[in-house]
């Protein structure tokens, strides 16, 4: 199982960094996606790492946001800068059994996620 943490309350223009641990597999043998979603809109996927360490981003996010995986803590990570009101969501971390190919949004497994907050 996955599990997001590092949300929190931020700013606009702010940063946060999440992170996403796995128990029980490793990490590095799936493409892993962050999706995010927000009340009353539908689910999102916001970024993906394949397994080679292709990134994609979806274009609202682009140049905001960096997804990165560390191998050795068994860790995925989402830099977040120049948070914008409408990042605000609660963001998860899933396999991606297309290994991020396409538009990146077929999740496998997920779990619990964190709640990204922008506000002044």
């Known amino acids: 199982q996955l599990q997001a943490s590092g949300g929190g309350l931020v700013q606009p223009g702010g940063s946060l960094r999440l992170s996403c641990t796995g128990s029980?597999?490793?990490?590095?043998?799936?493409?892993i996606a962050w999706f995010r979603q927000a009340p009353g809109k539908e689910r999102e996927a916001v970024s993906c790492i394949s397994e080679t360490d292709v990134r994609k981003y979806v274009h609202s996010v682009e140049g905001r946001f960096t997804i990165s995986r560390d191998v050795a803590k068994n860790m995925v990570y989402l830099e977040m800068n120049s948070l914008k009101f409408e990042d605000t969501a609660v963001y998860h971390c899933?396999?991606?059994?297309?290994?991020?190919?396409?538009?990146?949004?077929?999740?496998?497994?997920w779990g619990q996620g964190t709640q990204v907050t922008v506000s002044s």
């Open positions: 899933a396999t991606e059994v297309r290994d991020c190919l396409g538009p990146f949004n077929a999740f496998g497994s």
């Open positions: 029980g597999f490793s990490l590095a043998d799936y493409g």
